[in-house]
């Protein structure tokens, strides 16, 4: 069984630029929730997808988007990059319903680190 | 008002010793759970142990423990035999009632950084 995996692991950017980040769930998982974890903070939820659609959303701008694709893989994508976007991006996945209580929630990937210059 | 909170940013313990970390939480639901998860520097977060809010027993897996308090709305992590490996940082979160159509946020913590002395 494979894990989360995200892709880059690394990344830097100018200002106002546009992102894209990846994100392969866990074998038979069908959830995905992406959080953003700046310098010495815990992680923040900016959404989940489930079954292809948006059905969560954080404190986050619209310039946040996403998209999951059939195999449940995901995708997030910033727009307009700001200096406080730098920081490591998580990817979760999970099984959704009571699924998420019975596997103890996230398998989380390793993150992408993302710096905006 | 904080959802979880973490009172210690550091925290140092002699290895072979054991060490509680702190966590309390606030939710109206009476419908949640509790996790707690390690994140070394390499930045994966690493599932350690849950807790429901309707379990009856503590929590344990191997060297981890959770001291579960209901009523103080306190979900404490304890190390037991502290190793050099053990230092990083360390999250609480929370899970509420599952949302209908299947929302599932959790919410974290800030966090503690444990660190292992030889």
């Known amino acids: 069984e494979t894990g989360v995996t995200q892709s880059p692991t690394h990344l830097i950017k100018t200002r106002g630029q546009q992102v894209t980040l990846r994100c392969s769930s866990q074998?038979?998982?069908?959830?995905v929730s992406w959080y953003q974890q700046a310098l010495g903070q815990g992680p923040q939820f900016i959404f989940q997808?489930?079954?292809?659609?948006?059905?969560g959303r954080g404190n986050f701008p619209p310039r946040f988007s996403g998209l999951q694709f059939p195999n449940y893989s995901s995708e997030l994508n910033v727009n307009a990059l700001e200096l406080d976007d730098s920081a490591l991006y998580l990817c979760a996945s999970s099984l959704g319903g009571q699924g998420f209580i019975r596997t103890y929630g996230y398998t989380f990937g390793s993150g992408t680190r993302l710096t905006v210059v | 008002a904080q959802k979880i909170t973490q009172t210690q940013p550091g925290m140092f313990v002699q290895e072979k010793e054991a060490v509680t970390l702190d966590c309390t939480y606030d939710?109206?639901?009476?419908?949640?759970?509790l996790f707690w998860y390690k994140q070394p520097s390499s930045g994966e977060m690493i599932f350690l142990i849950y807790?429901?809010?309707?379990?009856?027993q503590n929590a344990t897996e191997g060297r981890y423990s959770l001291n579960f308090q209901k009523a103080r709305k306190s979900a404490n992590l304890v190390i037991s035999a502290s190793q050099l490996g053990d230092s990083a940082m360390y999250f609480c979160?929370?899970?509420?009632?599952?949302?209908?159509?299947?929302?599932?946020?959790?919410?974290f913590g800030t966090g503690t950084k444990l660190q292992v002395i030889p």
């Open positions: 074998s038979g998982h069908n959830t």
């Open positions: 979160a929370m899970r509420e009632g599952l949302k209908a159509g299947g929302y599932q946020k959790v919410t």
């Open positions: 807790q429901g809010s309707y379990d009856q």
């Open positions: 997808y489930y079954r292809e659609e948006e059905n």
């Open positions: 939710t109206s639901d009476p419908s949640y759970g």
